[in-house]
Nanobody, 123 residues
């Protein structure tokens, strides 16, 4: 049974930082790309960042480029999302997801999802 567990959410002031982690079990982690998505209140879930199986490829939404960094540690079955210079519009539930595609920005191409972690950025 595949499980993805996100940790690290919380409340932070604008300009602050948070580091999210996504731990995976039940799959050969190095065979999967991992993506982060977020859902703001009342809005659809949006792509944030993705990282390929061996970290060779990374892609970011324009809204987070230069502020967020995605990284992975295959030995620990974990992906990280370092979020700096946070803005109130970064508020939302952050989900990690895994796909057997080499990378993807499409939610529909991710069959495995975590339960999400809340990030709230106050102004």
């Amino acid at each position: 049974q595949v499980q993805l567990v996100e940790l690290g959410g919380g409340l932070v002031q604008a300009g602050g930082s948070l580091r999210l982690s996504c731990g995976a079990s039940g799959l050969t982690f190095s065979n999967y790309a991992v993506g982060w998505f977020r859902q703001a209140p009342g809005k659809e879930r949006d792509f944030v960042a993705t990282i390929g199986r061996n970290s060779f490829y990374t892609y970011y939404a324009d809204s987070v480029k230069g502020r967020f960094t995605i990284a992975r540690d295959n030995a620990k079955n974990t992906v990280f999302l370092q979020m700096n210079s946070l803005k109130p519009e970064d508020t939302g539930v952050y989900y990690c997801a895994a796909t057997s595609y080499s990378t993807s920005r499409r939610e529909s191409e991710y069959p495995y999802w975590g339960q999400g972690t809340q990030v709230t950025v106050s102004s």
